[in-house]
């Protein structure tokens, strides 16, 4: 039988580029769909229209900084109400392949206010877990190159250091920073825990007795 919590159950999963992200979000999902989890796992920036013209800015050129915060912004608020929030209200648990500290990191570390960038976002859910996926930008550059993929005009070691200090000082509920640099499973497996501990927590105070 499919299993649903009261209020649903949010985990994003953030860090810089080639931290593994998409790897750990897809693997998670595999593993709490396995228990009976209803899970949706998503990304940002979406496939939608504002997604789509942030995504091909990163290989074109980038937008102004003030340009690319209000393209997410609005694509994060369709994503929300389209998907995120609907998914919660069923009960189901929705994983973030990126979410809003991205932006304040990203467009933080492009000059823009970090507090504004997050007093932004107020309107977007918060996560019931948040993993940060802590890497050196010399092996996430390394990771990306390795994979076949040409870094984008997002992907440099100074904007991937300047993201990294920003994801780190980010005071967000229920962060929790995972050593990205060790393998996939080991990642895969504290993630499991944390995830684990925050599900039983949330049952206990929104299910009946």
């Not at 648990?93 to 960038?117: F, H, K, N, T, W």
Request: hydrophobic letters at 45%.
């Amino acid at each position: 039988m499919d299993q649903v919590l009261p209020g649903g159950f949010l985990i994003a999963i953030e860090g810089i580029d080639g931290a593994g992200k998409t790897t750990l979000a897809n693997s998670l999902a595999q593993q709490l769909a396995h228990g009976g989890a209803v899970v949706s796992v998503t990304k940002e920036p979406t496939q939608g229209p504002w997604g789509m013209r942030l995504r091909n800015s990163a290989a074109q050129g980038r937008l102004t900084p003030a340009e690319e915060a209000d393209f997410l912004i609005r694509d994060r608020r369709e994503h929300v109400e389209g998907l995120i929030a609907p998914a919660l209200a069923r009960g189901e648990c929705v994983i973030l392949d990126r979410y809003y500290p991205s932006m304040v990191a990203y467009q933080g570390a492009a000059g823009l206010d970090v507090d504004e960038l997050m007093h932004a976002n107020d309107f977007a859910p918060r996560a019931d877990v948040l993993l940060l996926l802590d890497l050196e930008p010399s092996e996430g550059l390394a990771r990306i190159r390795a994979r076949g993929d040409v870094p984008n005009a997002f992907e440099t070691h100074v904007t991937l250091d300047a993201c990294r200090e920003i994801f780190l000082a980010m005071a967000v509920p229920a962060k929790h920073v995972l050593d990205a640099s060790r393998s996939a499973e080991d990642v895969l497996q504290d993630a499991l825990w944390i995830v684990t501990r925050a599900v039983a927590d949330k049952a206990r105070r929104t299910l009946p007795p």
